[in-house]
C-alpha cells in the first residue's frame, strides 16, 4: 500500500520561509520522479515542483527563484524548501510522483501566508 505523508506545513508571514517534507512508503522511491503540487481555495491543483530519479528539478514560473525541491533516496523523502512566501502561495500541498497516480495522494500540508 503506499503512502505518502506530508508535513511541515503552516502558517507563516509574507517573506518568510518554511521547508516541506513528504516522506514515502509502499513504493521503490528511487524509481519514480517525484513533486509537489498545490491547490489553493477554489483552484484547481497546480504543479509546483518536480525532480527527476537523477535529481533534475523543475518549478513552475510562479515559484522559480523562491523553492528548491530535492530528494532523498535514501530516506524515501522529498523535500520543498519555500523561501519569500507570498500571499498567493497559501494553499494545500501534496507530493505525488510525476505524473501523479490518483491512488497516491496523501492528505495533504496547509500553509498560509498572511500577516
Known amino acids: 500500500q503506499v503512502q505518502l505523508v506530508e508535513s511541515g506545513g503552516g502558517l507563516v508571514q509574507p517573506g518568510g520561509s518554511l521547508r516541506l517534507s513528504c516522506a514515502a512508503s509502499?513504493?521503490?522511491?528511487?524509481?519514480?520522479?517525484m513533486a509537489w503540487y498545490r491547490q489553493a481555495p477554489g483552484k484547481q491543483r497546480e504543479l509546483v515542483a518536480t525532480?527527476?530519479?537523477?535529481?533534475?528539478?523543475n518549478y513552475a514560473d510562479s515559484v522559480k527563484g523562491r523553492f528548491t525541491i530535492s530528494r532523498d533516496n535514501a530516506k524515501n523523502t522529498v523535500n520543498l524548501q519555500m523561501n519569500s512566501l507570498k500571499p498567493e502561495d497559501t494553499a494545500v500541498f501534496y507530493c505525488?510522483?510525476?505524473?501523479?497516480?490518483?491512488?497516491?495522494w496523501g492528505q495533504g500540508t496547509q500553509v498560509t501566508v498572511s500577516s
Open positions: 509502499g513504493i521503490i522511491f528511487s524509481g519514480y520522479a
Open positions: 525532480i527527476t530519479k537523477t535529481g533534475s528539478t
Open positions: 505525488n510522483t510525476s505524473p501523479f497516480f490518483n491512488a497516491f
